[in-house]
């Protein structure tokens, strides 16, 4: 699928903006008929309740939509896009809406006609609308694309996504903006990097690294994404419970390819680079062994005290390549912890940096992008909990505690970066919700993107 607006020339039916705390005076100024209209179908102006309006010969002439409360706007992100499931087919534009409310209206209702339909097509046409005057339609629309790949890659099932398909996909979005790829494999990765290599030999589907580069001035920027594209466990075997959203495993790898998009599509002034590992981590007789000793491209030494905490492994080689050229700004994104989500839920994006500005630039874009944030700190004190003696770092410390931060603070070890930014996502939504369809779903790629400008001086 491919986001689009209506063409601003084209005929549409107006959508009017009723706040619920404003409803009586609107309909005090409103045409008389309008007004009975809207008190006999007991219209409340709720965030996102939608009331046809009729036209002549039984054509719906427009529409009221609720934009409910302050109290209730800051509890759900993208309400009015509720319309894209109610209205007919056909091209409207908002009248009366708050322009400082434009720019996520008109990115909600493009998110909201996602549909991810690669093994049930749908044959329904949703109702389109008119960019807003004053939104950046070329931002807005830069940001639903890499949305929809973010998407597409995480949803799309394991049979369908290992490491030569992802390899496929990222091989796809970088000749779509003539970037330069590279791709290690076989005894280049075994002997490069041994981490990635370990955790992807076990199985069938052999394992990868991806580096896509883009731009040849400005700032540059190191984008690093988690593509464990199916998780077992490994040896230390997930439950079959524990297993049934590993297809999403490589959602790191999904966003930070979602994110690149947005940025080439955008055409930044920046030098880009965007690393992948892409393993699948599976049981044969080849697969690492709990307690096996890995020596990273860095040189350090890591205990395998668990299988299952695998994608800080492929990460930790992957951090190591890209900090080796010492970009401006670092960032990894992975779903890395369950810790991270009994933390702060499906719908925050926690978030690690040791620079204060670049967490409140980050802060700002999140605002701004609608997509929310929240920063979790790399505790130093917890550093000796992932130093199990025997090797220079353990990768699933039996501290009990704490276990986002701790994944974290490995991975630092490795990114050994002063601009460094690490990323522990969900990239699923659990039940429907405006502009997010129960699956996959990209986190903290809009924020910063909103915020590179600030981050990179751009």
């Known amino acids: 699928m491919t986001p689009a607006f209506a063409d601003p020339q084209s005929l549409s039916r107006p959508l009017h903006v009723v706040a619920a705390d404003d409803l009586e005076r609107w309909l005090e100024a409103a045409p008389p008929g309008l007004a009975v209209w809207a008190r006999d179908n007991a219209f409340r102006a709720g965030l996102g309740d939608v009331l046809p309006l009729p036209g ?3 054509v719906m002439a427009g529409a009221l939509i609720g934009f409910g409360t302050a109290k209730t706007r800051a509890r759900s992100r993208f309400g009015l896009s509720r319309a894209v499931t109610t209205l007919p087919a056909g091209d409207w534009h908002f009248e009366g809406l708050p322009p400082d409310h434009a720019a996520e209206a008109a990115l909600g209702w493009l998110l909201a006609q996602y549909r991810f339909d690669r093994y049930k097509p749908s044959t329904r046409i949703l ?3 008119k960019c807003p005057a004053g939104v950046d339609e070329a931002q807005i629309l830069a940001m639903a694309a ?3 790949l973010t998407r597409d890659l995480i949803n799309t099932p394991a049979q369908d996504m290992g490491p030569a398909e992802l390899e496929a ?5 970088a000749g779509r903006f003539g970037a330069a790829t590279q ?3 076989g005894e280049a990765l075994e002997r490069d990097f041994p981490m990635v290599h370990a955790v992807g030999k076990g199985s069938d589907r052999a394992p990868r690294l991806m580096s896509l580069r883009w731009g040849q001035t400005g700032p540059s920027l190191t984008l690093v994404g988690k593509g464990v594209c199916f998780d ?3 040896l230390n075997l997930k439950p079959s419970s524990g297993m049934q959203l590993m297809k999403k495993d490589m959602g790191g790898a999904a966003t930070v390819m979602g994110l690149a998009l947005m940025i080439m599509q955008l055409d930044l002034p920046i030098r880009l680079r965007v690393i992948v590992p892409a393993v699948e981590n599976s049981v044969s007789g080849r697969s690492m062994r709990p307690k096996d000793i890995l020596r990273s491209r860095k040189g350090l030494t890591v205990e395998v005290n668990d299988t299952d905490a695998e994608g800080r492994l492929v990460l930790g080689d992957a951090l190591t ?3 080796e050229e010492n970009p401006e700004l670092l960032v990894s994104m992975a779903t890395l912890t369950g810790a991270a989500r009994v933390a702060v839920g499906p719908d925050l994006a926690p978030y690690y940096t040791d620079d204060a500005r670049l967490a409140a630039a980050l802060e700002a874009g999140a605002a701004t992008g609608a997509d929310p944030v929240w920063r979790l700190p790399f505790h130093d004190a917890y550093e000796s909990v992932i130093e199990p003696g025997i090797a220079d770092l353990d990768n699933a410390p039996g501290f009990g505690f704490a276990g986002s931060i701790t994944a974290a603070l490995f991975l630092r070890r490795f990114a050994d970066h002063p601009r460094y930014m690490h990323f522990d996502i969900y990239g699923h939504t ?3 919700a405006p502009a997010r369809p129960k699956g996959g779903v990209g986190q903290g790629a809009r924020a910063l993107l909103c915020a590179l400008p600030d981050m990179l001086g751009l």
């Open 56 to 58: 002549e010969g039984g």
């Open 127 to 129: 109702p389109g609308l």
């Open 146 to 148: 890499g949305e929809y």
């Open 169 to 173: 996909a990222f091989l796809a979005l």
């Open 183 to 185: 791709i290690v494999a």
């Open 232 to 234: 077992t466990g490994g």
């Open 321 to 323: 390549w890209a900090a």
């Open 430 to 432: 659990p039940s429907d």
